[in-house]
C-alpha cells in the first residue's frame, strides 16, 4: 500500500504574509520515521513537507507538487533510488535532489552522477544516519537559493532587448606554437540591481521560455560585428560558438547564421560550433539534417564537453564533426587525479585517429599546459592564458600576446610532432 503524509502546513507568518508560493519537498523513505523525522525539521524552517513511504509515487506526488527539493532514500525497495531518478529524469523533473543513504560513499557518489548525466539537479547527498545539522544546513542552502529568486521570463527577455548580455572573448592557444589562433564566444549579464548571473542559470531560463533563439541571435550578430577584422599573428581569428541543441531541430537555422554572418563580413569558414553531442543525439534524424547543412554552409563543427555522458563513439565516426574539446574536469584532474591523464591522452589519440582536432578547456596552471602538449593536444584555453574578456581586453591580450610562452619552448623540444588542427579539418572537409 502507498501511503503518503502531508506535513508541515502550518508554516510561518512571515512566509504566509510574504505571498510567495511556499517552498515544496518531498521525502521518500520507506521508514515513515525517518520521514516524518525530516519533516520536523523541515517544518521548523517553514518548509512545506510531503512524506512518500513507496517509490513508486514520487513522479505523480512530484508531477501534482511541482517540488522544489525531493530527499529520495538510495535503497529503497520496489523502485530503488537509481530507478526512480530515471523515471523522474523521463518526467521532466526540476527540483533538486538530495540522496541519502547507508551505502558506501562509492555507491552514492556513482548514483548521482548518474542523476547528472540524466540531467536532474543534484544536491549534495547526505549519509545515512541523519541528524538534525545535515538536514538543516541542506534546506538551508536550497530555500535560500529559492527565495532569492533568481531573473524571470520577462527579464530576460527586457537584457535581451536591451543589449545588457554582451559577449566576452576568451582567447584559443594553438600549443605547438602558442599563437592565439581564436575565441570562444561566452554569454555574460551583469544585472544592474542583481550584478553577475551566472550563463548556467540564464541559459536554461532561455532554452525553457522559449528565448534561445534571441539570446543566441543577440550574442551571435555582436561578436561577428567585433570579431569582423580582428586579427591575431597576422591571421583572422576564428570564433567558436555555443549552440543549444534545441536550435538544431529548426533545418532552416543555419541559413540564419550564414545571413548574420555575411552581414557583417565573417566567413563561416572562421566559425566553430560547439555541439553536446549526447543531447543532440536525442533527436538524431532531425539535428542530423541540421549538422550537415552547417557544413555545407562551411561552418566548422564541434563536440563540446567530451569525454562525460553516455555517448556512443559511432556518433562521432558517423556525424561530420571536425574537433573535439576535452570537458574541463579532466583537464582540471590532469597531474592530481590518477587516471584524468590516461583518460585525456585516449582522447588526444581518438581524435587523431579520426582527423580530428583537439581542444582542452579549462587549463589553469602551467603544469597542466605542460602535459597537454607532451600529450600532444592541439589547442587548449583556460584561465592560465586568459580569463573571459570584452573587445577591449581581448585587443590587450593579442597585442602582448606575440611571444612564444615560456611552456612551450622547454617542452617543444620534446613533445610528439602533430599536424595542424586546421590541416585535420581540411582533411574531414575534404580539401
Known amino acids: 500500500m502507498i501511503m503518503m503524509e502531508e506535513m508541515s502546513k502550518e508554516l510561518p ?49 512530484d508531477s501534482r507538487l511541482r517540488s522544489d527539493l525531493i530527499m529520495l532514500d538510495l535503497g529503497m525497495p520496489g523502485l530503488d533510488g537509481v530507478e526512480v531518478l530515471r523515471s523522474l529524469a523521463d518526467a521532466r523533473c526540476k527540483a533538486a535532489i538530495c540522496l541519502f543513504s547507508g551505502a558506501c560513499p562509492e555507491v552514492i557518489e556513482g548514483a548521482v552522477e548518474i542523476g547528472r548525466e540524466l540531467g536532474l539537479q543534484m544536491a549534495s547527498p547526505l549519509p545515512k544516519p541523519l541528524n538534525v545539522g545535515k538536514i538543516t544546513a541542506v ?74 533563439e534571441a539570446l543566441t541571435a543577440c550574442i551571435a550578430q555582436r561578436a561577428f560585428k567585433d570579431l569582423s ?40 569558414g572562421r566559425v566553430t560550433l560547439e555541439i553536446t553531442e549526447s543531447e543532440a543525439m536525442k533527436d538524431r534524424s532531425r539535428c542530423l539534417d541540421t549538422l550537415v ?53 585516449a582522447i588526444v589519440d581518438l581524435g587523431k585517429g579520426l582527423g580530428l582536432s583537439v581542444v582542452a578547456e579549462g587549463v589553469e596552471d602551467a603544469q597542466t599546459a605542460e602535459l597537454l602538449v607532451r600529450l600532444g593536444c592541439d589547442v587548449a584555453q583556460g584561465y592560465y592564458f586568459c580569463r573571459p574578456q570584452e573587445l577591449h581586453g581581448l585587443r590587450s591580450f593579442i597585442g602582448k600576446n606575440e611571444l612564444t610562452p615560456s611552456f612551450v619552448s622547454t617542452v617543444l623540444a620534446t613533445a610528439p610532432s602533430s599536424p595542424s588542427p586546421r590541416s585535420r579539418s581540411s582533411r574531414r572537409s575534404g580539401a
Not at 148 to 156: E, N, R, S, V
Not at 305 to 329: A, Q, V
Open 139 to 212: 534546506l538551508r542552502e536550497h530555500k535560500g537559493e529559492y527565495e532569492d529568486a533568481g531573473p524571470t521570463a520577462g527579464d530576460l527577455k527586457d537584457a535581451i532587448r536591451m543589449g545588457r548580455i554582451r559577449p566576452h572573448y576568451q582567447p584559443k592557444i594553438e600549443l605547438s606554437s602558442g599563437r592565439t589562433i581564436g575565441v570562444e564566444v561566452l554569454a555574460r549579464w551583469e544585472d544592474e540591481k542583481t550584478g553577475f548571473i551566472p550563463p548556467s542559470i540564464f541559459i536554461a531560463l532561455a532554452e525553457e521560455s522559449g528565448l534561445i
Open 293 to 345: 547543412r552547417f557544413r555545407l554552409k562551411g561552418f566548422h563543427l564541434s563536440v563540446d564537453d567530451f569525454g562525460t555522458g553516455f555517448s556512443s563513439l559511432s556518433h562521432l565516426y558517423s556525424l561530420p564533426f571536425e574537433e573535439i574539446k576535452i570537458d574541463r574536469t579532466f583537464v582540471a584532474d590532469l597531474g592530481r587525479k590518477a587516471g584524468a591523464e590516461t583518460i585525456v591522452k
Open 229 to 268: 577584422g580582428l586579427e591575431g599573428g597576422g591571421q583572422e581569428l576564428g570564433l567558436a560558438l555555443n549552440l543549444s541543441p534545441l536550435l538544431l531541430t529548426d533545418v532552416r537555422y543555419p541559413d540564419r547564421l550564414l545571413d548574420w554572418a555575411r552581414a557583417e563580413g565573417i566567413s563561416p
Open 13 to 61: 507568518s512571515e512566509v504566509v504574509e510574504s505571498g510567495r508560493q511556499p517552498y515544496r519537498m518531498l521525502v521518500v523513505d520507506d521508514d515513515l520515521q525517518i520521514c516524518r523525522f525530516v519533516s520536523r525539521v523541515a517544518k521548523d524552517l517553514g518548509i512545506e513537507a510531503t512524506l512518500i513511504s513507496d517509490s513508486r509515487a514520487v513522479v505523480d506526488a
